[in-house]
């Protein structure tokens, strides 16, 4: 079939789970997409992701971030004109429409970036059996509560030895104000999608504010150096704050995560 000229033509199999990674993960770097899409099924190539991102944003569909000159090699965003074409296939978050004027600013894609990182980590680690991003989350909060749970950074579902756990994940690059995390502790006291949250930090400092400021939180919570979980998986050390002050490792703190049923592990999708 031929297309006219300055057409471009969008593959369902190869070309849409790269629009839609691109858009969840909110950016991402060309290595991190190429892991992910190898995940999803085999005889993934690097030239052939990095010659259907080139056409896509050729059709500005995506864009190339400016904080790629910090890396070796290029971060990607969606475009709005990517949205609309996602919403015009039936793959629409209302938490990010494509009539919205700000998609991702610069200075996010650090926070962003870890996050990939974290769940590429993961799922390397075979630990990985589902996935919600940000943007994933929040949608599900906005249709279903109205916007008053936790937006939590990811939502992940980890196969254990006997069975599957549900925890919630928070990335903490730099520090908020007190104000703001007591504003936190409420919402988090109110929320009812996660029993267990998982603080990862960028330092120790971060670590050792946060130990102070989630005290009060009626949840297990949890806090640990992100640089040393994404090596480490279950044997890193997690600075408990709740229920009680402690270092476990991460194996031990998942004991304290809602157990996913059999039933609800089979409708699971599995990790893209």
């Not at 940000?134 to 990811?154: I, M, P, Q």
């Not at 919402?187 to 989630?214: F, P, R």
């Not at 009060?216 to 994404?230: C, H, M, P, Q, Y």
Request: with cysteine; glycine share 4%; charged share 25%.
């Amino acid at each position: 079939m031929r297309y006219r000229k300055g057409c471009i033509a969008i593959s369902d199999e190869h070309d849409l789970p790269v629009l839609l990674h691109i858009r969840n993960a909110r950016a991402i770097t060309l290595n991190q997409l190429c892991r992910l899409l190898s995940g999803e099924k085999s005889g993934v190539h690097r030239r052939s992701v990095q010659w259907r991102v080139t056409r896509l944003e050729g059709a500005d569909l995506v864009s190339r971030m400016t904080s790629s000159q910090f890396f070796r090699q290029p971060i990607y965003r969606i475009t709005n004109l990517g949205l609309s074409y996602l919403e015009m296939r039936g793959q629409t978050l209302i938490s990010l429409p494509s009539t919205g004027r700000h998609i991702l600013n610069e200075t996010q894609a650090f926070h962003a970036l870890e996050l990939v990182e974290t769940r590429l980590a993961l799922r390397e680690g075979g630990l990985l059996q589902s996935w919600q991003t940000e943007l994933e989350v929040t949608s599900r909060n906005l249709v279903f509560y109205g916007g008053a749970s936790k937006d939590y950074d990811a939502i992940a579902t980890l196969r254990t030895e006997k069975t599957s756990r549900r925890i919630a994940l928070e990335y903490e690059r730099t520090l908020k104000s007190s104000a703001r995390y007591r504003e936190i502790r409420e919402v988090l006291n109110a929320d009812k999608m996660a029993d267990a949250i998982l603080y990862l930090t960028s330092s120790h400092d971060v670590s050792h504010v946060l130990a102070i400021e989630m005290r009060g939180v009626k949840k297990t919570i949890g806090v640990a150096l992100s640089e040393d979980f994404r090596r480490d998986l279950l044997i890193t050390p997690v600075m408990m704050i709740s229920p009680a002050p402690a270092v476990n490792s991460f194996a031990e703190f998942l004991e304290h995560a809602t157990v996913v049923s059999d039933a609800e592990s089979r409708m699971l999708l599995p990790t893209l």
